[in-house]
């Protein structure tokens, strides 16, 4: 098979230069800010952010032994990879982690130029850190299992986010800093309450499933955006990859939480990262390695 254009390997300075700019505001993952690589500005930040987020990085205890777990997977579309999970946890593990969150929700924040702020007009929620006990090392197993226990490829911390009326998060990637070694490799949303209206993950440039039988994760209704909306279901998750091969981001997976209507959604981000370099753990999470650190 002849493939006359050839793509380059990564990304050339001018691409970085302007997804930079057009990608201003990162995803409010905690210590994450511009890693260096895609970002001057930033360098003499980069450092610190950089370990912040290896730091920030997690591997389940290989010796804990998971209950097997089904669910139900349908492929959505296959370049870029999204796919909807029904029931990728039970309606137990998803109260669970709403429990396990009481007493800990926060304002979410936003990395702008690198540094963290509030904007409600981007981003309304509260987040909470969920401590990593066996139930919550099973779930983070099982998202690595789902994609094959991918190379040098590690869980950020768990954080659930919960949007209340008017709660909502503006069109975004979730690759907007990325590097050669270092990068968000893919995006479980998962939702855990999900007794609202409104409230959907919308993906403008994904096409919607034509197959009626979708209209049971997806809105269908005639007000229903450009694109595909997926239908906040509680254990269900959408998952995509946010990277080709060769180590684009890919500009279809742009996506928003749209605004909650009414009640309550609760989410659950997981969030695979490659850190090459970083040891791969026996047993154990390994310490930072920061000899490799950008
Ligand atoms: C969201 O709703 C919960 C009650 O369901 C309330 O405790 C919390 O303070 C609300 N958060 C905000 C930011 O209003």
Request: net charge negative.
């Amino acid at each position: 098979m002849a493939n006359n254009t050839k793509r380059p390997q990564w990304r050339t300075a001018v691409e970085v230069a302007v997804i930079s700019i057009v990608i201003y505001v990162a995803l409010g993952a905690p210590g994450l800010s511009s890693l260096g690589p895609t970002n001057n500005e930033n360098v003499k930040q980069s450092v610190p952010t950089a370990r912040a987020k290896i730091e920030s990085l997690v591997y389940p205890d290989e010796t804990l032994s998971c209950p097997s777990h089904k669910y139900g997977v349908h492929v959505v579309t296959s370049e870029p990879l999204v796919l909807y999970i029904d029931g990728f946890l039970s309606g137990e593990e998803a109260d669970y982690l709403v429990t396990q969150s009481q007493d800990k929700w926060q304002t979410s924040t936003i990395f702008n130029g690198g540094v963290e702020t509030t904007d409600d007009k981007v981003r309304k929620s509260e987040k909470a850190l969920i401590d990593r006990d066996d139930t919550v090392q099973c779930i983070e197993q099982r998202a690595l299992a789902f994609q094959g226990w991918p190379a040098e490829t590690f869980i950020e911390r768990l954080w659930t986010q919960r949007y209340n009326v008017t709660g909502h998060y503006a069109y975004h990637y979730d690759w907007a800093t990325a590097s050669k070694i270092s990068r968000r490799v893919s995006t479980f949303m998962v939702y855990l309450a999900a007794d609202c209206e409104g409230g959907g993950t919308q993906f403008p440039k994904i096409a919607r499933p034509k197959d009626a039988r979708w209209c049971e994760f997806v809105d269908c209704s005639p007000e229903a955006e450009e694109g595909v909306t997926f239908k906040p279901r509680k254990g269900a998750a959408v998952f995509w990859s946010n990277f080709d091969a060769a180590g684009r981001g890919y500009k279809d997976t742009i996506h928003a939480g749209l605004p909650v209507t009414s009640g309550t959604k609760i989410g659950l981000n997981i969030w695979s990262w490659y850190q090459a370099g970083h040891s791969t753990p026996q047993g154990h999470i390994s310490g930072p390695s920061t000899e490799h650190v950008a």
